[in-house]
C-alpha cells in the first residue's frame, strides 16, 4: 500500500503594526511593523531552527516580508513571496476599525468591494497544492489571519465558524509558530 505523501507546515503571524495596535483593519494596505512588532518578531526568532525547512514563503505585503526578513535573518534560502498569502481583501472595511470586521458575516459573502473568506480559502488552496507538487516536504508561511484560518479550515476539516470561534487572537494565545500537515 502506497502511503500519501505530506507536506509540513510552520505558520508565522506577522508582527504587530501601528494599525494593529490601534485596533485597525489593513486588509491589502502596505503598513509596516511598529517598534513593538519589530522587537516581537526579533524574539520570536530566536526560537526558529531556519534549516529545517525546504522553503520559506511569504506574503507580499510589507508586514509579512519585514517579519519573515527579521524571523529568518540566519537562512539557507530565499525568501518566496506569494501574493496569494495575502490578508482578506476587506474592500472599503480597509482601515476600518477591527471591531466592524465581522470575519462570520463574510464566510461566503464577500467584504463590499473585497473577497469572502471562501475566496481566501481559495487561494490557499490553490497555493498547498501548487506548493507541495513542487516536492516540498517542509516549509514555513509568514502572513496573516484570514490565510491562517483557512489552513485550519484546509488541513484540520474543520468548518469557518469553528475556525473563527477557536482563533487564538479571541483567546490571546500567540505561540511563535503553529504546525500544519497538508495531505
Keep these: 500500500m502506497r502511503t500519501r505523501e505530506i507536506m509540513e507546515i510552520i505558520y508565522y503571524v506577522h508582527g504587530s503594526t501601528l494599525d494593529n495596535e490601534s485596533k485597525i483593519s ?17 524574539e520570536a526568532s530566536l526560537q526558529i531552527d531556519s534549516s529545517k525547512f525546504d522553503a520559506i514563503f511569504a506574503s507580499d505585503l510589507s508586514r509579512a516580508v519585514e ?30 476599525p477591527s471591531n466592524e470586521l465581522i470575519y462570520s458575516d463574510h464566510i461566503n459573502i464577500p467584504f463590499p468591494n473585497g473577497e469572502s473568506l471562501h475566496d481566501v480559502e481559495k487561494r490557499m488552496s490553490e497555493f498547498l497544492r501548487e506548493t507541495k507538487a513542487l516536492g516540498y516536504k517542509h516549509i514555513t ?43
Design 67 to 96: 517579519s519573515a526578513e527579521i524571523l529568518f535573518a540566519e537562512r539557507k534560502h530565499e525568501i518566496k513571496m506569494d501574493s496569494r498569502l495575502r490578508e482578506c481583501n476587506y474592500g472599503t472595511y480597509t482601515k476600518k
Design 141 to 183: 508561511i509568514v502572513a496573516h489571519r484570514a490565510p491562517q484560518l483557512a489552513l485550519d479550515v484546509i488541513t484540520a476539516k474543520t468548518s469557518w465558524e469553528e475556525a473563527i470561534a477557536d482563533d487564538w487572537r479571541a483567546t490571546g494565545y500567540w505561540q511563535s509558530g503553529w504546525e500544519y500537515i497538508f495531505i
Design 26 to 42: 489593513s486588509g491589502w494596505e502596505q503598513v509596516s511593523l511598529s517598534l513593538k512588532g519589530v522587537k516581537e518578531t526579533q
